[in-house]
């Protein structure tokens, strides 16, 4: 059996990235364990399971969302709760024992809870609608709140003292508290009453005794929990685990003996963090998610450098883009990481490209979550443009880009023509590059979501390096010099034949990266540990 330890944690915390629906998403949730599982799990290439070390009250509604929801997993804090349900629970905020004559309100976002006209209570939902927390007021201050699991119970509270958060309790589906975390130093009670974990495997389970009643840190006591697990698993599991600082040192001594192959994925890690190079040093495989990372830890593995591979998380699939349908040209421009005086060339060159071609549309596009970012963005492009002499209007904030993108502005023939692109999100950046005609990553970090998916959709992409996924005068062009952007806009933008010839190449480079290629590349991976 596979067991997946993912790093799935919000903010250097011990905790899931569950957030209120009204809230701008401020962090992607696809990653190289999710990928990882939902190939494992579609394909049904092998046995696995997945050990969350975190607290994740709402963990079943994150597995449906990436379409896994039967995944097998345990969970230290569910060991810590004596929670052994796997399934959802539909519930209701009405079925809370509310006060007699409490009456609520409704408003767009949140739900307050008013006894005597006074509130007393805010209710917060999910993206679907489940409810997660509940804050309970004394006066205009929060006193308590309430961290609701979706299987339909309160699994912790946070007790506050005016308006800043004491400790935070940690239940049992009767309400029972078992560990209490300080936020002033991180330490840990243990509640005597009930001073025990549950380690429940195929149906085996055990009550084991907390070691102390007082821990340093929760970090203890999760890896005191995860030791326990792993010592009841068999010697031929493998763990996957996806490299984070946040759980290197917690895992280390507990995986002492037994097989380990190590995710790397974009910059979550330190390589220099003393558990890191334990980890690494123990590693029976090492699996990064770019050709360029690989090589680095070859480097530094030296010896050892033949148990590094590169597989990258993502697959590839011949999409159907729909940029030849519209009566524009969308020119998608990674920003992320690329120098200010770097962009300011992108903008003069653009702007005097829309001089020869009236149909292009640039679209500066963000993995960022930033809320005033798209804003401080359009005003730097006009102020660029102002400066050179060129319609800062091309760059117009709170254009209606259902039209403009593909009308002129009748106001003075000025069409707008650069836009912003947030997509925090998959979903909503897969929605975007669908719509592309050109993409152009010119920063030296490649965005290595962006190649593949333009390798998915056959769409042309102009880079600074070449790449496994672009290969120059195939399925896209490298560009050192900015001064030769012109020359490509023009080659792939002027007609449909160079841009076909480099669909059909960028088709032909995703049949390395299939599912199918995906799985036989982790079976022989299984089977050299093996």
């Known amino acids: 059996m596979i067991v997946f330890i993912p790093a799935w944690y919000k903010s250097e915390q011990w905790c899931e990235n569950e957030q209120n629906w009204h809230e701008r998403k401020m962090h992607s949730e696809f990653d190289d364990t999710v990928k990882q599982i939902q190939l494992f799990h579609r394909n049904k290439a092998f046995e696995y399971s997945i050990c969350l070390l975190g607290y994740s009250p709402n963990l079943r509604h994150f597995l449906h969302r990436q379409g896994v929801y039967n995944a097998p997993y345990f969970s230290v804090f569910d060991a810590i709760s004596g929670c052994e349900g796997k399934r959802a629970r539909v519930f209701s905020y009405q079925d809370l024992d509310w006060i007699p004559h409490t009456e609520f309100l409704y408003t767009p976002f949140v739900i307050y809870a008013l006894f005597q006209g006074r509130k007393y209570a805010q209710l917060e939902f999910g993206e679907d609608g489940n409810l997660i927390e509940v804050d309970m007021y004394e006066g205009d201050s929060v006193a308590i709140r309430n961290i609701y699991d979706d299987r339909g119970f309160v699994s912790s509270a946070i007790i506050y003292s005016e308006d800043t958060p004491v400790y935070q309790d940690y239940y049992t589906e009767k309400g029972t508290w078992k560990i209490r975390v300080f936020f002033e130093d991180n330490h840990v009670e243990v509640n005597k009453e009930s001073s025990f974990y549950t380690i429940n495997i195929d149906g085996s389970r055990e009550e084991i005794p907390f070691r102390k009643e007082m821990y340093d840190s929760l970090d203890d006591v999760i890896s005191e929990v995860f030791n326990s697990y792993v010592s009841k698993l068999s010697k031929d599991d493998i763990f996957c685990i996806a490299m984070h600082n946040r759980h290197n040192k917690v895992i280390t001594n507990g995986l002492i003996g037994h097989k380990t192959v190590l ?168 929605k975007c590059i669908r719509e592309q005609r050109l993409i152009i990553n010119v920063s030296n970090s490649a965005n290595l979501y962006l190649q593949i998916s333009g390798v998915s959709f056959g769409i042309p992409q102009v880079v600074s390096k070449e790449s496994q996924y672009v290969r120059d005068e195939q399925n896209g062009k490298i560009v050192t010099d900015y001064n030769d952007l012109p020359k490509v806009l023009e080659y792939y933008l002027s007609s449909l034949n160079n841009w076909n010839n480099a669909m059909i190449k960028a088709y032909d480079i995703g049949e390395n990266y299939t599912t199918r290629r995906l799985v036989d590349k982790w079976k022989e991976v299984v089977e050299n540990i093996g």
Not at 297 to 324: A, H, L, Q, W
Not at 370 to 385: A, E, K, M
């Open 263 to 430: 995710s790397f994925f974009e910059n979550r890690y330190k390589q220099d963090d003393k558990a890191t190079k334990v980890l690494l040093a123990r590693a029976d495989y090492i699996v990064t998610d770019s050709k360029k990372k690989c090589d680095e830890i070859k480097e530094y593995m030296g010896d050892d450098s033949d148990k590094v591979v590169n597989i990258t998380p993502f697959d590839t699939r011949k999409e159907s883009g729909i940029s030849s349908q519209l009566t524009v040209q969308k020119i998608l421009v990674a920003i992320d990481n690329l120098p200010s005086e770097n962009l300011e060339k992108l903008v003069l060159i653009f702007a005097k490209y829309f001089e020869e071609n009236d149909k292009a549309r640039v679209c500066f596009f963000t993995r960022e979550a930033d809320y005033g970012l798209p804003s401080r963005i359009l005003d730097n492009t006009r102020r660029i443009l102002e400066e050179n002499g060129y319609d800062s209007r091309l760059a117009l904030e709170n254009a209606d880009t259902t039209t403009t993108q593909n009308l002129v502005d009748e106001m003075d023939d000025v069409p707008v023509t650069f836009f912003v692109e947030q997509c925090v999100d998959e979903l909503s950046a897969s």
